[in-house]
């Protein structure tokens, strides 16, 4: 049974073109006309890359600081030993700890967004290792998100350093703001996105390496970007 569309959703459609491809200013300009929530919608960005998460070097997985934020604040849980307890905090952890953490996640507690670890409590957090891993929040050095500077770690998540990473379609799936930014401001934070993933473009990665980028806010039709006006 085919789904009936509301007349507001008609609406929206009809100013989406399917068959153009837009500048990522005309984009992000767009993405906030035809959005319908009443809340301030998340806007999400979908590069199909050109690359076989299969093969262990173009797994791609990194962090980009987004200039203007996500627009939303992450909730940091950070793991360490009482001596980094106090920095933790200072920086704006909001829950800080370690056994007692580490129960309350066993238990099935998962108010959190972002988790940073210190080296030396990693070898502890195996036995949630299988609850984070699959939620993408086990922390992991390349994500930045294992270090011994916790103040600094937590600070920039709470600046808007979000953690990104190509699915088994070698698709990258970020937010990079809300509706309520400026089109500038969307348009800087996926660029920054972009560029970002230009720069960890594998050697071994053969053909065409953007293939599509689309933008899309909750519940809004997705608008093509055209991935040739991204130098690769």
């Given at each position: 049974?085919?789904?009936?569309?509301?007349?507001?959703?008609?609406?929206?459609?009809?100013?989406?073109?399917?068959?153009?491809?837009?500048?990522?200013?005309?984009?992000?300009?767009?993405?906030?006309?035809?959005?319908?929530?009443?809340?301030?919608?998340?806007?999400?960005?979908?590069?199909?890359?050109?690359?076989d998460?299969?093969?262990?070097?173009?797994?791609?997985?990194?962090?980009?600081?987004?200039?203007?934020g996500?627009?939303?604040?992450?909730?940091?849980?950070?793991?360490?030993?009482?001596?980094?307890?106090?920095?933790?905090?200072?920086?704006?952890?909001?829950?800080?700890?370690?056994?007692?953490?580490?129960?309350k996640?066993?238990?099935?507690?998962?108010?959190?967004?972002?988790?940073?670890a210190?080296?030396?409590?990693?070898?502890?957090?195996?036995?949630?290792?299988?609850?984070?891993?699959?939620?993408?929040?086990?922390?992991?050095?390349?994500?930045?998100?294992?270090?011994?500077?916790?103040?600094?770690?937590?600070?920039?998540?709470?600046?808007?350093?979000?953690?990104?990473?190509?699915?088994?379609?070698?698709?990258?799936?970020?937010?990079?703001?809300?509706?309520?930014?400026?089109?500038?401001?969307?348009?800087?934070?996926?660029?920054?996105?972009?560029?970002?993933?230009?720069?960890?473009?594998?050697?071994?990665?053969?053909?065409?390496?953007?293939?599509t980028?689309?933008?899309?806010?909750?519940?809004?039709?997705?608008?093509?970007?055209?991935?040739?006006?991204?130098?690769?």
């Amino acid at each position: 049974m085919a789904t009936k569309l509301t007349k507001k959703r008609k609406a929206v459609e009809g100013k989406v073109d399917p068959d153009k491809l837009y500048t990522l200013s005309e984009a992000m300009t767009l993405v906030k006309e035809v959005n319908t929530t009443k809340f301030d919608a998340s806007v999400d960005v979908h590069i199909r890359l050109g690359v076989d998460p299969r093969k262990a070097d173009q797994a791609l997985r990194g962090t980009v600081s987004l200039p203007h934020g996500t627009g939303k604040t992450k909730r940091v849980l950070v793991f360490c030993t009482p001596d980094k307890v106090e920095e933790a905090k200072a920086a704006g952890a909001d829950h800080v700890g370690l056994d007692d953490y580490i129960q309350k996640v066993a238990d099935g507690w998962m108010d959190i967004d972002v988790i940073i670890a210190t080296p030396n409590v990693m070898a502890q957090l195996g036995k949630v290792a299988r609850i984070l891993g699959p939620r993408g929040l086990m922390p992991n050095p390349k994500t930045g998100t294992v270090t011994a500077d916790v103040a600094s770690a937590v600070q920039e998540v709470k600046k808007g350093k979000i953690a990104f990473r190509v699915d088994k379609f070698g698709i990258v799936h970020a937010s990079v703001g809300r509706v309520s930014f400026s089109p500038a401001q969307l348009s800087d934070n996926a660029h920054e996105l972009i560029s970002t993933l230009v720069k960890m473009k594998p050697s071994s990665a053969k053909g065409v390496y953007m293939k599509t980028v689309s933008v899309a806010s909750t519940m809004s039709p997705g608008i093509a970007v055209d991935p040739k006006t991204f130098k690769v």
